[in-house]
C-alpha cells in the first residue's frame, strides 16, 4: 500500500517541480529597452496634456517603478514561497532598478522640484520618496509592493498637478546646475557598478581614499593594499543587479534628454549624452549563454561582468565630461 502510494505522489512531485520551473523561466524574464519619447507622448496623449519640463521624467520614474510590482510575478525580492524564494537573478536585477528609483526619486524631491535651497519641498514627492525607501525584503505590515504602489499613485498625484494650468506649487525646474547634480549622483553608481564588476576575476589594489589631499584623514586605519575578489557564487548576482541599474539608468537618461533638452543644446552637449545613452544600451545586449561566465580576463573563457564593466566604465568617463561641461559658464 505505502509503495503505491509513494509511486502516486512521485509523478505529482514532478508535474509541480515542473510548473514552478516553467512559472521561474517566465518571471525571470528580463526586461528589453523600451522607447522612453513615444511612451511619454502616449502618456500625455490619453491625459490629453502638453509635454512640460519634467513630464518625460516622472512618467519614466513612474514607469519604472510600476514594471517593478506589476510584471510577471510581481515584485519577487520579498517572496517566501517557491519559485520566487529560490530564484535570485530577478530580485538582483529589481534591487539594482530599485536603487537608480531611489536616488531619482530623491533628486526630485530635493533638486528638480525645487528652485532654491530655501524652498519647500513638494508633498507628493516627499509622500512618495518616504514610500520607496521601506526595505526591499519586507513581505508584510506592510509589504514593500504596496508601499511601492502607494509611491506610483503619488508621483502620479504630482505629475497632475504639474501640467495643471491652475496649480502653481508644483514645478520641474530644468535648470543646468540641477542636472549636473543628479548626473554626480549616477557618476558614483556607475563607478561603483565598474568596481564590482571588475571584483569578478578578482584585483589587488592599493588604498587611494585619501590620494590627493595632504590634509585628509581617516577613522581607522586601513591596509595599504588590498584585494578584491567577488565571491563565485555572487558573480550572477553582482551582474545583474549592475543590468537592473544600468536597465533604470538608461530609461531615466532618455528622459532628461527631453526635458534638459534646451540647456543640453545651449551646452552643445545632446551628443555627448547621446553617447552616454548609446553604450548604456549596450550593457542590456541579449545573453545568449545559460549562465554568467566568468573566465579570466585573457582566459579562454568569456567574462561577462568585464564585459559590462567595459560599457559602464566608458559611460561613467562621458558622463563626467558631460557634467563638467554643463558646469562650465
Known sequence: MAVTIKKSIIPI???????????????????????????????????NVEMIPGYATTTALIDVTTWLVDKPGGF??????????????????????????????????????????????DKDLETAQNKMNISHTNWMLPSAEKEYKLAIESFKRYRSRLVAEDETEAQFYTRADNLS?????????????????????????????????????????SASEIQIKTSWFKIDDVFYESRGSTWAILHFLKAVEIDFADVLEKKNAQVSLKQIIRDLEATQEAVWSPMVLNGSGFGFLANHSLVMANYVSRANAALIDLRRLLEQG
Open 13 to 47: 512531485v514532478l508535474v509541480v517541480i515542473f510548473i514552478l520551473w516553467l512559472l521561474s523561466i517566465w518571471w525571470g524574464w528580463m526586461p528589453s529597452a523600451y522607447n522612453v519619447k513615444s511612451r511619454t507622448q502616449e502618456a500625455a496623449k490619453i491625459s
Open 76 to 121: 519577487l525580492s520579498n517572496d517566501v514561497t517557491p519559485p520566487g524564494l529560490i530564484m535570485d537573478n530577478m530580485p538582483a536585477f529589481e534591487y539594482g532598478v530599485l536603487e537608480q528609483v531611489r536616488d531619482l526619486a530623491l533628486v526630485m524631491r530635493l533638486d528638480f522640484s525645487r528652485s532654491q535651497s530655501q524652498s519647500t519641498g
Open 181 to 221: 547634480d543628479w548626473l554626480r549622483e549616477i557618476e558614483k553608481r556607475l563607478g561603483s557598478i565598474s568596481q564590482n564588476l571588475s571584483a569578478s576575476v578578482g584585483n589587488d589594489v592599493f588604498d587611494t581614499n585619501l590620494a590627493g589631499d595632504p590634509t585628509a584623514k581617516q577613522s581607522t586605519r
